[in-house]
């Protein structure tokens, strides 16, 4: 058995486990690559201060073959890190620092690009631009899988009509479907969360792209990156900090590497785990270690920063809802913003309810993760575990036993984090934290309130108008009956319809 | 941007995200833990031939913190072996075979060290014997995360009382925990489909162990290795194959390298895609693979070789359920193996109804991969699924929309195969291939069908017997009318009551 035991790269990992990045059926497979070049794209241009303007376009090669292409007006990607970024995974610029931006890993493109190498033989081909001064390159990348390295298969100059920006082409096998799980619906979702990004889609077969306008000139916050807050690190964690920080003594360690810890915090931590403020970082033993994690939890610190979140907002939530959704009532909630094992997040959550809703239906679920929308594994998702625990007969709604409500709504979630606890890799689902599930369901509560107040009211209107319709039938014979037996004349017994008519009218504005 | 840009290793990724390894909430890591050593040690017992005796503990050394051992009487392992595999994520025997084992990542047990290491900052032990002529090793390590390798802390010889086998220990942060995600419920499921093994499992502040009996002396039958099926291949991974494999020539490739291909298939697959079956392997293009892709998918092949699996089987289902619930009805079916992906995989589901359960509830599922329970992400797991789309109401139980069954029902489902699609890495749930989902159904529809038999009758039964009731009590009224109308004596009054029980008696029988 001994001589069977070996490493097992990264990359044959995926390989063999393509569901955890998304890759699990061909449909799914196409809607995967697009999202990653996507994703890419919009953090790049949303660092560099750039409003996206985004290409997509999904051509057949074949029989169940597609050539899917992203092209953005992005910053570009110096030349020397395109293959290490396109052809390896665990590989990137997002992994390392707290700040919300839509790619975190360092796995999702090069695992494209690595399926469609599986599934067709063909390289990755990436054609990128940093300046007009300079020429584009073009490289094709393959993945070697059983070292994780990128291989190199073409590279070279080549003329570009943009400025600046990056283009990835991916050829893979994969099913183009319609409906829900479509691109188009996927883009829709995308739009409705970045009303900022204008995206041009060619879809297979179609002469004319079909385009989402850009509805806001207006870039989101930039969001900052901020120093891990005390309250998240643990001992393995601080061992490690501490004998990598570059501070001489240990106070300095605490106000450099942590967010909201100042000198007067730091000495109290300090001294409350029995330590000396100049002793070095690197002589702090683990027991000592111990004794300052305690030494933390005992102390108040203020929660972390959050101009580190962008959260879509309420406004912008009820504009982007009215625009998409035809329906009575909207509803939009932003929760201040709370923590996780030591990351900020922050909840947001958005209803449209009536109108041309099916009633008759569970209610719909749009899930989003820093902005980027969530289309599969619904059932494993904390957002909508949420949305399963609030009582939502309370607020005028039908409910069946460990069932999502039914009823003429749609529910749009979304969570902003520094880091989002995804439940795997293809970052589909959100994992269930308390602090997530708690801030979501008073979300969720919040806005349950306000509709409840607008069910209320709309059903007290109808009963109102049924209860008018009714007597309003009989008022006509009223006033026969009454001509009948009081011997009213024709014009006295229309006096008496038109008085009765207007009673009541006055009765029903009541 | 481009300075930021650098490799993550393993290690730091999978502390970022542990949640993707089980570890997201203290319970949780307490219970995961757990649940690695003892995958580990049935999976090394199974594969040498051994009866597994384990035993299981969990001390409390402070505040939200245990030392968790697992010790088994298996084969021991190698010494030189020791640090990279419990201290190096991706490492392992298990991941380049197909064959059905509870462990296949090479991830759990070092992830489990690690998280104890990061919480506790104490290094994970290991004490291990491979022969009574050989001493025991007890070694102690910590993951530099950074490089993800392992590094030896304590490496010493120490007396044991096993010939053989392995103890691993770990000291963590947790919580432990009674009810449906608790070590013992863990440890209950575990006993239910692993009736050939015994475990005592000591538990926080307990006196005695709790004893899970060894209830059969057979060992599951030998699951096989194989080979790859023709049918779940693609051209990225033929092509690899190609350029790795000792055959010289193509036919032989075919034969050597797949399951299923013998001289004849070979040679028309080689001759569907227009090669020859002398070419060198090393000499097919990625053009020419994608033909020989082509030529495989229009050639029929037999399903893969089951001999790689080993499913509980209906009688040890029932067996197993009829020792653990108190229940009117049992039912089971094994099905018949099929293939996903060219994995094969085999479906397995028991029912008990009635008895004891409770009625106004939602039934009760346990999951089971390879015989290990699954206890977490119920709602995105495919088995569940496979549950919920079921009409339960066409068998006789009450379903909402969107919502399980209720009623008095307990469902074990299991999955077997060479490869378990997980949804993640901390192997909780089952990822929702089309294949699975399709096996899963029929057998959840056969089991049906002998469940609504048995509600059919017990109805019919029911309905009976309080028709019965009904009449039986009216048939004195009726003697003592008959009597004061024909005027009947005492006795022949006695005799109609009499004869007329009969009758019903003898209807009821009909």
Redesign the interface.
Known sequence: ??A???????S??F???R??LGF??PTKALLTTIKEGVDNSLDACE?AGILPDLEVSVEPTGNNRFRVAVTDNG?G??KN?IP??FG?L????K???LRQSRGQ??IGISAAGMYG??????PIVIESRTSKRRPAHRYALVID??RNEPVVKKDTEIPWDRARGTRVEIEL?GVHKRGRHSVEAYLRQTALANPHAEIHYMGPGEDEPLVFRRASKKLPEEALEIKPHPYGV????L??MLKESKARKLKSFLQTEFSRVGATLATRIVEGAELKTTTSPRRVS?EA??RLICSIRQTRIAAPPTDCLSPIGEERLLASLREQIKADFYGAVTRSPSVYRGNPFQIEVGVAFGGDLPTDE?VGLYRYANRVPLLY?Q???AL??GLLATNWKSYGLQQ?????P?GPMIVMVHIASV?V?????SKE?V????EIIKELKLALQQVGRQLSTHIRRARKARDAARKQAYIEQYIPHVGIALQDILGLSERQEKKVVTTLTGTLERSRKV
């Not at 643990?234 to 964690?237: D, F, N, S």
């Not at 606890?421 to 890799?425: L, N, Q, V």
């Not at 994992?431 to 308390?434: K, L, P, S, V």
Request: proline share 4%; hydrophobic share 30%.
């Open positions: 058995m001994a069977q035991q070996r490493e097992i790269s990264v044959e990992f390989t063999k486990n569901h955890l699990d059926s660092e910053p990607i110096l890190q290490r970024i390896k665990l590989y990137g610029s992994f390392h620092r890993q360092g190498q599986l599934t067709t033989g063909k899988t059983r096998e643990e001992v393995g964690l061992l490690r683990p270690a111990e569970l594994q059932g494993g998702c909508h575990k069946g036993r460990g069932a999502l039914s880091w606890p995804f439940t795997s890799e689902a994992a269930g934290y308390d």
